[in-house]
């Protein structure tokens, strides 16, 4: 699973292997991340029909230098990757 900078999970998703979030996408409430999916950059989805999250807004392609596809030219941002992996106990 690799979560992008700014992705958001929200309550009562599901996630399976292999899942990729691209830097600020968003999985609403009660969205299912069916295994191996990607969420493109800045998208936005919620709950899920069929087993497969429901898509709200399809956000934007990223691109190298960063930002998407169509979007208002900027500074360039970071964009980095994290892995989740098990918190240790504190």
């Not at 990729?20 to 950059?41: I, N, P, Y």
Request: proline share 6%; with cysteine.
């Amino acid at each position: 699973m690799r979560l992008g900078a700014g992705a958001n999970v929200s309550d009562r998703c599901v996630l399976y292997a292999g899942t990729t979030l691209c830097h600020d996408a968003c999985l609403g409430s009660g969205s299912v991340a069916a295994r191996m999916s990607k969420f493109e950059t800045a998208s936005i989805w919620v709950g899920s029909r069929n087993g497969a999250a429901v898509q709200l807004d399809p956000g934007t392609k990223a691109t190298k230098d960063g930002m998407g596809v169509g979007s208002a030219p900027s500074a360039p941002r970071e964009v980095g990757w994290c892995s989740l992996t098990p918190s240790s106990p504190r």
